[in-house]
C-alpha cells in the first residue's frame, strides 16, 4: 500500500471523527433540551453508533477498500479530540439556537394558524349563533303576536269549558276513581 492511500485513508478517518463528533454534539443537545425518555434515548444511542460505524466503514471503505489499520484508529482518535478541542462549544451553541429558531417559528405559525383559521370560524360561529338567536326573537315575536291576535278565537271556548271541567273533576264518579287510583298505589 502506498503513502499516498494511507494519507488519504487518515484523512477521512479525521473527517469521519471529526463527523462523529458533530452528529454526537447535535444528539447530546437535542436529548437534553427534547428530554426524550429513556427508551428512547437508548434506541438513539443504538441507532448513532449503527450510523456511525457504518459511516467510518464506508470511509475506510473508500480509502483503502476496507483494510483496518492503526493509522485508521489513529485518524478516528485525532479527528474527534480536534472537533471538541475546537468546534464543540460553538456547535452546542448553535443547535441550541437552531432548537429556540425552531420553537419560535413554530409558535410563529401557531398563532399565523390562529389568526387565518381559527378567528375567521369564530367569527362565523358567532355570526350563526346571532342569526339562530335573531330567529329565534322573530319566531317568539311572531307566536306571541299570533296568540294576541287569536286570543278571542281561543280564550272564549276556554272560558266556556273551564266550569264544566271543573264540575266533571268535582263530580262523585270521577272522585271515586281518583281515591280508587290513590288507594292502589298506597298497597
Known sequence: MNPAVQWITLLYMIV??????LAFDGYRVLSLKLRF???????LDLL????????VFRLLYAGNQGQLRFYA?????????AYFLIFSVTVQ????MLIHTVEWIWKLLMKLL??????PLLWLWK???????????????????????????WIFPVRWLSPAYHRLLRSAPFTKLANFIAARRKR
Not at 37 to 43: E, H, I, S, Y
Not at 48 to 55: D, E, G, N
Not at 114 to 119: A, E, K, S
Not at 134 to 149: P, Q
Request: zero cysteines; aromatic letters at 14%; hydrophobic letters at 65%.
Open 37 to 43: 425518555p429513556g427508551w428512547l434515548n437508548a434506541v
Open 16 to 21: 469521519a471523527g471529526a463527523a462523529m463528533g
Open 48 to 55: 448513532y453508533w449503527l450510523a456511525s460505524a457504518l459511516i
Open 114 to 119: 390562529g389568526i387565518l383559521i381559527g378567528m
Open 73 to 81: 484508529f489513529l485518524g478516528l482518535f485525532v479527528g474527534v479530540w
Open 93 to 96: 451553541k448553535f443547535v441550541v
Open 127 to 153: 355570526l350563526a349563533w346571532g342569526i339562530l338567536r335573531l330567529l329565534g326573537r322573530i319566531l317568539g315575536f311572531m307566536l306571541k303576536l299570533l296568540l294576541r291576535l287569536t286570543k278571542p278565537l
